[in-house]
């Protein structure tokens, strides 16, 4: 998986972003209760986001290696990540 798509993905769930040695995104739901956050670094030059990354990636996010892949192939987003973690009634 590439680490532009990975980010592209994370960012369908409009997270708060937090720069500095780390990529963190915090994600909210609409009424503002903490559902998930996630970060990643890697080394200048590096394009790919291996497995087991990806694994983590979607532990701290609390959701499935497969809902991870859709959402960064596009086929899931903020909507289905409320409902996954249980936030969709959140006046959203």
Do not use: W
Request: hydrophobic share 30%; glycine share 12%.
């Amino acid at each position: 998986m590439k680490i532009r798509d990975v980010d592209t993905g994370i960012k369908k769930l409009n997270p708060l972003p937090k720069e500095g040695d780390h990529k963190v995104y915090r994600v909210l739901c609409p009424v503002g209760h903490y559902i998930g956050q996630t970060h990643h670094s890697h080394k200048p030059g590096t394009t790919e986001v291996g497995p087991a990354l990806v694994g983590a990636m979607a532990t701290q996010l609390h959701i499935d290696r497969t809902f991870f892949r859709d959402m960064v192939g596009c086929t899931k987003g903020y909507d289905e990540y409320l409902a996954m973690r249980g936030h969709d009634a959140c006046g959203h």
